[in-house]
């Protein structure tokens, strides 16, 4: 399984109503913590009733904690979009 498959079964347990998980790796050939293959560098855009009255750092908390297992392996950097429906 892919890492964006994981990334993307991980945040399933948001129920979020809408999910893009990017792999921008290519985008960071050459940089830090790149590797042959990519899936290194992603970026995340969630919205989720979850996250309703949840403060940005509590949002990237709840997100970061579902895909902590993902750091030990080959990901190397995660940009963040969370939001709550209708922000």
Known sequence: MS????????LA???PTDLEVIDESERH??????KEGGE?????RVTS???????????HRMV???????FKGRLH???LEARAPGE
């Open 29 to 34: 050939f050459g940089h830090a913590g790149w």
């Open 13 to 15: 347990a948001l129920d």
């Open 77 to 79: 950097a995660f940009a």
């Open 64 to 70: 970061n904690a579902l895909v902590a297992e993902e």
């Open 3 to 10: 890492v964006k498959e994981r990334i993307t079964m991980a």
């Open 40 to 44: 290194t560098h992603f970026r995340v």
């Open 49 to 59: 009733p979850a996250f309703a009255g949840k403060s940005r750092l509590d949002r």
